[in-house]
T-cell receptor, first 113, second 113 residues
């Protein structure tokens, strides 16, 4: 019954590796988002997809590449991981447009050593 | 550039108190404002969404108000309980569309018995 799910919940990896985080929503929403929460707990948007089309792309290193195979899924692939990538990554979804609530997943805690 | 500030950063109150959390934003051209709750190590739970044309929203013991012209919102929690202990985040949907949320740093609330 989970509305927005993410896998894995925890990810520990070494610098230089490539990793992916997966997100799925079963709410029938057409817009999905990735946010990053840094060590100071500050949340910032990274990307957003609407109907599989990239609509928000904040100033994020191009080592980060989102991919949306369909409306219910939005994955985040990170190449050449760096120490500074350590954070909690949250996926969210909503109906398109500005009138709707965003629903968040439980987060993926990424630790780069 | 939209900036969101939340005051106070932390709050500790005895059970039963009514309390007010404050959120201010620098650009009044917002589409909506959303209040979230985040428990330690968990994702965000949406509490209330206020559209830019609305003045307030209520859900149970929670009441959120919005004064767009002055760039302020308050979250009122009535009869606080220990289970209300969490971090409360305010986010505005920035102009430019696509429901891009800009978050404040949060207010960490502790309600003690």
């Amino acid at each position: 019954d989970t509305a927005v799910s993410q896998t894995p919940k925890y990810l520990v990896t070494q610098m230089g590796n490539d990793k992916s985080i997966k997100c799925e929503q079963n709410l029938g929403h057409d817009t999905m988002y990735w946010y990053k929460q840094d060590s100071k707990k500050f949340l910032k948007i990274m990307f957003s997809y609407n109907n599989k089309e990239l609509i928000i792309n904040e100033t994020v290193p191009n080592r980060f590449s989102p991919k949306s195979p369909d409306k219910a899924h939005l994955n985040l692939h990170i190449n050449s991981l760096e120490l500074g990538d350590s954070a909690v990554y949250f996926c969210a979804s909503s109906q398109g447009g500005n009138d709707y609530e965003q629903y968040f997943g439980p987060g993926t805690r990424l630790t780069v050593t | 550039k939209q900036e969101v500030t939340q005051i106070p950063a932390a709050l500790s109150v005895p059970e039963g108190e009514n309390l007010v959390l404050n959120c201010s934003f620098t650009d009044s051209a917002i589409y909506n404002l959303q209040w979230f709750r985040q428990d330690p190590g968990k994702g965000l739970t949406s509490l209330l969404l206020i559209q830019s044309s609305q003045r307030e929203q209520t859900s149970g013991r929670l009441n959120a108000s919005l004064d767009k012209s002055s760039g302020r919102s308050t979250l009122y929690i009535a009869a606080s309980q220990p289970g209300d202990s969490a971090t409360y985040l305010c986010a505005v949907s920035a102009s430019g569309g696509y429901n891009k949320l800009i978050f404040g740093a949060g207010t960490r609330l502790a309600v003690h018995p």
